[in-house]
Structure formats: C-alpha cells, structure tokens
Nanobody
Framework: QVQLVESGGGLVQPGGSLRLSCAAS????????MGWGRQAPGKQRELVAA???????NYADSVKGRFTISRDNAKNTVYLQMNSLKPEDTAVYYC??????????????WGQGTQVTVSS
C-alpha cells in the first residue's frame, strides 16, 4: 500500500502565493516521476507540473513562469510553489507518483487532494 498526503492548500488573494506539499509513504521501493494535477468544478483534471527522479521538470503552459515543482527524494516528498496566483488557478490540487513498491509492483498513485481558492 502506498499513500500520498497533500497539505498547504487554502484561500489566497489574486497575486498571492501558496506552497503545496505531498508526502508519499508505505511500501515504497523507489519513486520515479512525481507531479501535480488539478481539477476545477465542471472541468477535467489537468496535469500542471511533473518532475522526474533526476530532477527534470515539465509545466503546463498555463502555469509556466509562476509555478515551481521540486522534490526531496530522501523524504519522498514533492512540492509545488505557486506564485502570482490567479482566480483561474482555483481548483482541487492532487499529487501523483509513479511508484515501484517493495514487492516490485509498479503503479500510479494519487493523493486525496487539497483545495486552493484564489479570490479577493
């Protein structure tokens, strides 16, 4: 079993910043890519940022230059620093991880999500 737990969401004014964290735990042998997705009401979930085990990053065009993804491999934790937030960034943010478990099964896991609301 693998669990991903997000934290750091909340209410912020337009132009403000938030930092999300996601810690993975359980029967983990190694983690390849980690990332963040989001889902706004009435919309499909979209991937906003991803980072490989080696640190290569990718971003959705809508967040490039504003969001920064990073990870701490020793802690099995991924972060999302969000700056210059806009109302359209309002969504539930989910972290995900490509995990190889201790019984050598591989799978993609998602967290429960954390709400981010950008509003004045």
């Amino acid at each position: 079993q693998v669990q991903l737990v997000e934290s750091g969401g909340g209410l912020v004014q337009p132009g403000g910043s938030l930092r999300l964290s996601c810690a993975a735990s359980g029967s983990i042998f190694s983690i390849n890519a980690m990332g963040w997705g989001r889902q706004a009401p009435g919309k499909q979930r979209e991937l906003v940022a991803a980072i490989t085990g080696g640190g290569t990053t990718n971003y959705a065009d809508s967040v490039k230059g504003r969001f920064t993804i990073s990870r701490d491999n020793a802690k099995n934790t991924v972060y999302l620093q969000m700056n210059s937030l806009k109302p359209e960034d309002t969504a539930v943010y989910y972290c995900n991880a490509d995990v190889l478990t201790k019984v050598h099964s591989r799978g993609a896991y998602w967290g429960q999500g954390t709400q981010v609301t950008v509003s004045s």
